[in-house]
């Protein structure tokens, strides 16, 4: 029996084909093989384990692919819900356009609240009925609307003062008097002087109100013409530099306002970062958004340039020639130079001619 066992021993051993057990001595190879079976064993189960922890990752991975799935049908339901113009590509443009669609009703919904004020201070219902109110009005006899009835105030103030000092001296001289006679008599006067109180009140609320009014009206009339101003000087420094610059702005500046140019890659620079040349090019383009506008209001009178090219350089300097042109349309554009080539490059590029006068 023990020889059979030996017999089967050196057979396993050899079936495993391993070089490491060796026949000749039995029990060295059982316990070679025994170690190989409990590593069998434990690689078995280890197996097992990673197979159920795979398989449960795979489900996951299964769950995940389908929420996934929905998140992408939301996005895509979603999406529809903006005009074609948004982005709604991905879940960061999505994002990325609520927020920005979350500050359009902000700012829509503050903008209607003050067309509610502006209503109820000038007691109106609509934005047409402010506008007829105001279309006869300009600057000049708004703001001295303003000053009248600022004027007004000052002494209706103090006759409210006054009023009120008074009396307040007739009831203490009330308190003290006990004849009916005189009772009466400071009753009266009393009477007196609250019916001149309610009146200057009144004709203090009637004047604060119209302030007020004209207050309101004076700074939606420069928010317009500073707008109209704008534009129009922001389009002419946009053609005087060939678009190196786009864009205008103004920051608050305490009680004043600064200007910023923002040129092609976004930046925003301020007057005093421009070079010598683009300063001038933004005094001309104010110039002439301002010639513009007193043109559209019925004035015309000659436009006077005297050599503020000479720091252009030539794609400029025709910019500003064909500016001079647009504005000789509408008036009389008259440039001082003692470059010749200035005259060149307007003769070049202007398609009226201009004419030319040497002195």
Known sequence: MLRQEKVRVRASARATGSPYVDESEPLKAFQMLQGIANKAQADKTQYDLLSATIAEDQKKHKAVEVQLSEIDLQVTELGALFP??????????????????????????QIADLEKEIFAELSVHAVADARNMLHEETSATLEAKSASIEADIEPAETRLSNATVTRANAERDLGTVTGNAEIAELVEQSTTL?????????????????????????????????????????????????????KLLTQPDGSSEILLAVDANGTPKQIGDMSKGTRFQLYLGL?????????????????????????????????????????????????????????????????VPPVIHTI
């Open 84 to 109: 074609a113009t948004a982005d709604t590509s991905t879940l960061d443009a999505l994002r990325i356009t609520v927020g920005t669609s979350a500050d359009i009703i902000h700012t829509r919904g």
């Open 194 to 246: 609250q019916l001149e109180i309610e009146d200057a009140l009144l004709n203090y609320v009637e004047r604060d109100f119209g302030l007020r009014l004209a207050e309101e009206a004076i700074r939606r009339y420069r928010d317009k013409h500073r707008s109209e101003m704008m534009d129009a000087t922001e389009r002419a420094f946009s053609d005087l530099t060939n678009g190196a610059y786009h």
């Open 287 to 351: 110039r002439a958004a301002a010639y513009e506008q007193m043109v559209s209001q019925g004035v015309q009178l000659p436009f006077f340039c005297d050599d503020v090219f000479e720091t252009f350089d030539e794609d400029r300097t025709r910019a500003a020639c064909r500016l001079m042109e647009r504005i000789s349309r509408s008036g009389q554009a008259i440039y001082l130079t003692h470059h010749r080539h200035v005259v060149e490059i307007a003769k070049d590029v202007c398609d």
